[in-house]
T-cell receptor, first 114, second 115 residues
Framework: AQTVTQSQPEMSVQEAETVTLSCTYDTSESNYYLFWYKQPPSRQMILVIR??????QNATENRFSVNFQKAAKSFSLKISDSQLGDTAMYFC???????????FGQGTRLTINP | DTAVSQTPKYLVTQMGNDKSIKCEQN?????MYWYKQDSKKFLKIMFSYNNKELIINETVPNRFSPKSPDKAHLNLHINSLELGDSAVYFCASSQDLGQEAYEQYFGPGTRLTVT
């Protein structure tokens, strides 16, 4: 069974700083996908970024980028120039190819301070 | 336009009651899901449906019965509610493209409180 671990329950940074959220996973699958979802206080789950395991290039979406280390089974999220609106719970998630379910980590509560 | 909608958003009920949560998606997706988020914010898959067929039942008690009348709807009925059922329930949908896994779009969640 796959597992996803987020070792940082809470993080706090100042606005405009860069912050990195950690995620590790365990799987024996060779083809899989990794995601970061954001859940602000509104409770809505919002996709931040997606990474295909077969791609060596790290995914980026504007201020959000990942550091995907396949051999180490690590998938960290970097948020550059953090903004107050980035305050949220962040969930790392895994799905094996064709699995049709997401396995989530425990979440990291990120607070951006003014 | 709402992509994935759930009703109700809040549900307060007593132990032993039966309740339903409705979910609809207007994205034309083939696959729909129910996730449960507990009080510690942990999210776990409960069910997934593909083209109205049950694909995954993740060891959920029989008191939970999903029903998919068509591809756009996946409802969740819960019998004999227990205190431990209190949680936020999320419906989600995604496009089924075989082995490729794309974004799952989530509804706003239903906060169920059992007293």
């Amino acid at each position: 069974a796959q597992t996803v671990t987020q070792s940082q329950p809470e993080m706090s940074v100042q606005e405009a700083e860069t912050v990195t959220l950690s995620c590790t996973y365990d799987t024996s699958e060779s083809n899989y996908y990794l995601f970061w979802y954001k859940q602000p206080p509104s409770r809505q789950m919002i996709l931040v970024i997606r990474q295909e395991a077969y791609k060596q290039q790290n995914a980026t979406e504007n201020r959000f980028s990942v550091n995907f280390q396949k051999a180490a089974k690590s998938f960290s999220l970097k948020i550059s120039d953090s903004q107050l609106g980035d305050t949220a719970m962040y969930f790392c998630a895994f799905t094996a190819s064709g699995a049709q379910k997401l396995v989530f980590g425990q979440g990291t509560r990120l607070t951006i301070n003014p | 336009d709402t992509a994935v909608s759930q009703t109700p958003k809040y549900l307060v009920t007593q132990m032993g009651n039966d309740k339903s949560i409705k979910c609809e998606q207007n994205l034309g997706h083939d696959t729909m899901y129910w996730y449960k988020q507990d009080s510690k914010k942990f999210l776990k898959i409960m069910f997934s449906y593909n083209n109205k067929e049950l694909i995954i039942n993740e060891t959920v008690p029989n008191r939970f019965s999903p029903k998919s009348p068509d591809k756009a709807h996946l409802n969740l009925h819960i019998n004999s509610l227990e205190l431990g059922d209190s949680a936020v329930y999320f419906c989600a949908s995604s496009q089924d493209l075989g082995q490729e896994a794309y974004e799952q779009y989530f509804g706003p969640g239903t906060r169920l409180t059992v007293t």
